[in-house]
């Protein structure tokens, strides 16, 4: 059974940064690509970023633009985000998830197995 834990998330002010960790285990982590997804109130669950099972090939949202990176340490099983000039509409809960192939992913379904969320409130 796959298991995903996010940490990282908080309050900050706007212009600051946070960087989430999304611990996995129950299989071979560096087999499998990795995806950020987050969810405001009220809204449907947003792409975020994703990464291959080698960390070279990326994917982002388009309200990214150049905010935020993804990166995964293969030894310590471990993906994260690293969320620079942050905006109060980046407020939500964030999810890690993985799926069943070494590519990065864009779409939601394609995603079998999530973290149960963190918490990042941008304030004003």
């Known amino acids: 059974q796959v298991q995903l834990a996010e940490s990282g998330g908080g309050l900050v002010q706007a212009g600051g940064s946070l960087r989430l960790s999304c611990a996995a285990s129950g299989r071979t982590f560096s087999d499998y690509g990795m995806g950020w997804f987050r969810q405001a109130p009220g809204k449907e669950r947003e792409f975020v970023a994703a990464?291959?099972?080698?960390?070279?090939?990326?994917y982002f949202g388009d309200f990214v633009k150049g905010r935020f990176t993804i990166s995964r340490d293969n030894a310590k099983r471990t993906v994260y985000l690293q969320m620079n000039s942050l905006k109060p509409e980046d407020t939500a809960i964030y999810y890690c998830?993985?799926?069943?192939?070494?590519?990065?992913?864009?779409?939601?379904?394609?995603?079998?197995?999530w973290g149960h969320g963190t918490q990042v409130t941008v304030s004003s």
């Open positions: 990464i291959d099972w080698s960390g070279v090939t990326t």
């Open positions: 998830a993985t799926h069943g192939t070494a590519w990065a992913q864009r779409v939601s379904v394609a995603y079998d197995y």
